[in-house]
């Protein structure tokens, strides 16, 4: 019987796979964008083995969480710790984005007609699917919200139906956002606006089909019972990753979409 409240992981192969694949996938990319015959071969390869790894990795975490029971109050706390450096991680990522935008659009360029938006550029109008946007992915949060307290309270059901709920508008976004781009009169080769407007919200778009699966994996875990009102953190983990989401929205649409355009 262990002394020490800690889980000391069994030898598993999927570490030193998940590096054998992420390197094929960058070995693939490089050749792909080089034009190398079977680059397209090497890089599908890399990704689907990565995408095998992500399945068969978490699927042993959750059996070491929900049926072996070795995620004690300590590995719980340490869990959280590496969600919360994570999800910091991940802003930095954004902070780098608007840093690019605000460089360029406080003090624009005479290339681009030392104005902004750029000479030729037909910005989109933000009180329409942006602000639709807006209001969907803020009621997305206030579901997972009521998921999490219905979660604790210890009312499955109301959890269930809160988080297929949270689902629906995060696909409903993804669709609205999909239009968007097809829509756009202007393309992420359109000067630096383009690239940064591209960027920033394709980045984040990124974020909610991630965030889209995290939570669809919680909705099937939590059908199957493997939550309880003290043991959760796979769900909260989600909820926090979608909080963060919805508040790197509101800066993209108070800034890009708003601000940027007029």
């Known amino acids: ?31 792909y964008m080089h034009a190398y015959q ?17 399945v068969v990795w978490w699927r042993d975490v959750i059996r070491e969480a929900t049926f072996q029971g070795l995620h004690t109050q300590a590995v719980q706390t340490g869990l959280r710790y590496g969600m919360i450096l994570f999800i910091v991680s991940e802003i930095m990522f954004f902070v780098a984005f608007f840093w690019a935008f605000f460089h360029s659009s406080l003090a624009p360029t005479v290339e681009i007609g030392a104005v902004w938006p750029p000479k030729g550029i037909q910005v989109l109008n933000p009180w329409e699917i942006p602000f639709l946007n807006t209001i969907i992915l803020l009621s997305s949060g206030a579901s997972v919200t009521w998921a999490h307290h219905a979660l604790v309270a210890g009312n499955r059901e109301q959890a269930l139906q809160a988080l297929l709920l949270t689902v629906v508008f995060a696909v409903i976004f993804t669709g609205f956002q999909a239009y968007e781009y ?3 009169p202007f393309t992420i080769s359109d000067s630096v606006y383009g690239s940064t407007f591209y960027l920033a919200t394709g980045f984040h778009g990124f974020h909610v089909i991630i965030g889209t699966i995290f939570l669809t994996v919680c909705l099937i875990r939590l059908s199957q019972h493997h939550f309880t009102k003290n043991h959760h953190f796979g769900f909260e983990a989600a909820a926090w990753y979608w909080h963060m989401v919805d508040v790197v929205w509101l800066f993209l649409f108070v800034c890009i979409y708003y601000w940027g355009g007029i």
């Open 1 to 31: 019987m262990s002394k020490h409240p800690y889980h000391l992981v069994d030898p598993s192969p999927w570490p030193i796979f998940a590096s054998f694949s992420a390197f094929l996938t960058t070995i693939g990319g490089v050749m």
């Open 38 to 54: 079977g680059g397209s071969f090497v890089l599908s390869l890399g990704i689907i083995m990565v995408m095998y790894t992500m």
């Open 182 to 184: 097809l829509e756009a």
